[in-house]
């Protein structure tokens, strides 16, 4: 599966690419960071990232995009500005019918480092070794999205187990229902066609 993280942030925003599967190697598809320039306008900075996001996701093909979840900081500018990069990755993302996934910041640390309170530097350790790389990816913007990427492949695998195995069950439930439902239509039928015993008097 080939999933493409994005660590969203309107100066930096980070876009890691990764193929794995749940208990298979990983392998790192492409790794970069959208810039923009803060003295610039902000509409125009949007079209940025926008234009960035979208040629990485034509150009590398993924089949899953995940996004880091955005939480409400005390700097609302900034938080203001990592969410509409985040919207727009989404919206690149469903343009091109590409399932999306929110992870959380500790749920995307969890996954590589174990600990969901790691910090920067842990996580930029573990997603080189996780990806086998020789230098480590900089800015940390760059290791962040490739943990999303990461956290999706491992937890994504999962879900779509439990996904299917919930559909089954599901269906296998509505198949009984039908099935009961059809007896008992078929019991009544029978009952009302079949014909009255002793007869009629005279």
């Keep these: ?29 492409h790794v970069a960071v959208v810039r923009t320039d803060p003295d610039e306008d902000h509409a125009l900075r949007l079209l940025g990232i926008e234009r960035g996001v979208e040629a990485l996701m034509d150009e590398l093909a993924p089949e899953a995009v995940a996004v880091e979840r955005v939480f409400s900081q005390h700097n609302v500018r900034t938080v203001m500005g990592t969410a509409q990069a985040a919207g727009i990755a989404m919206l690149a993302a469903a343009r091109r019918g590409l399932p999306v996934a929110l992870h959380t910041p500790s749920e995307a640390k969890a996954a590589v480092t174990g600990n969901g309170r790691a910090d920067k530097a842990q996580v930029t350790r573990m997603v080189t070794r996780l990806l086998n790389l020789e230098t480590a990816p900089k800015p940390a913007d760059a290791a962040d ?22 559909r089954t069950r599901i269906e296998d439930a509505a198949r009984a229902e039908r099935e009961r439902l059809a007896a008992r239509a078929q019991a009544a039928n029978a009952a009302r066609t079949a014909p009255t015993r002793g007869g009629t008097s005279q």
């Design 1 to 29: 599966m080939r999933v493409m993280g994005v660590d969203p942030g309107l100066t930096r925003c980070g876009v890691g690419v990764v193929e794995g599967a749940p208990g298979r190697r990983l392998h790192l598809v």
């Design 145 to 166: 999205a490739l943990a999303l990427a990461i956290c999706h492949v491992w937890r994504g695998g999962a879900q779509r187990r439990l996904a299917h195995e919930q």
